[in-house]
């Protein structure tokens, strides 16, 4: 099993896209879309292997070498700094990391003067490490789930989370104020695989490179 490939992919439109991706270089990974309810998928004729794991826990998985490579959003590699090599921006999965907050609070707001707020979000360091930049004093809220009700109940002024059109927003009264980050879907591999398996992985990486 040494000289398997294994694959850490997310499920839900990652998940999609990424098979049909990896079908452009001929790697045949269909078998991940039916409705089984395996977690670990096997192509022995390809010599691969690929593990459906949340999106949160891909970058895990990659980082200890459980698999060689592993598909997830920039959002969650900014977050978690895991000590990864990430070769390849994949280009879909496009959506905006936004600082947000509710409609009558922006008529008035100014960023500019913003020194002490508090902010309800997903991704805590990333908030920080912004807010600190630009020397606003943030007191974070860790939220896992529907960040947009935090503003509408009062416990929190603002939030910061991702945005792919934008209605989630607009039908809960709330605005755009700053965007953080632009995120996109990135291949990212293990640092000791790319060397033990060197010639396999850059194949790969060479062959989604004329894709992307």
């Known amino acids: 099993m040494t000289d398997y490939i294994t694959i850490a992919i997310p499920k839900g439109r990652i998940l999609e896209e990424s098979v049909e991706l990896f079908g452009k270089i001929g790697i045949d990974c269909t078998e991940l879309l039916g409705k089984s309810r395996k977690l670990i998928f096997e192509n022995p004729a390809q010599r691969m292997r690929y593990m459906i794991v949340r999106a949160t826990d891909v970058p895990t998985y990659v980082e200890y070498g459980c698999a060689d490579l592993g598909i997830v959003g920039k959002d969650t590699l900014m977050e978690q700094g895991k000590d990864l090599y990430e070769p390849l921006d994949l280009k879909f999965g496009y959506c905006r990391l936004m600082v947000a907050e509710p409609a009558e609070l922006s008529r008035d707001d100014d960023p500019a003067r913003w020194s002490n707020i508090r902010i309800a979000t997903k991704y805590p360091n990333i908030t920080e490490t912004y807010f600190s930049a630009k020397g606003v004093q943030v007191e974070l809220i860790k939220l ?35 965007t953080i980050a632009e995120i996109t879907t990135r291949l990212i591999v293990n640092r000791a695989s790319l060397k033990t398996k060197h010639q396999r992985i850059t194949e790969i990486i060479r062959g989604l490179e004329q894709h992307v």
């Open 144 to 178: 896992y789930g529907s960040i947009e009700l935090a503003p509408l109940v009062g416990l929190s002024e603002r939030i910061v989370d991702l945005v792919s059109t934008g209605e989630t927003l607009k039908q809960n009264g709330l605005v755009e104020v700053e």
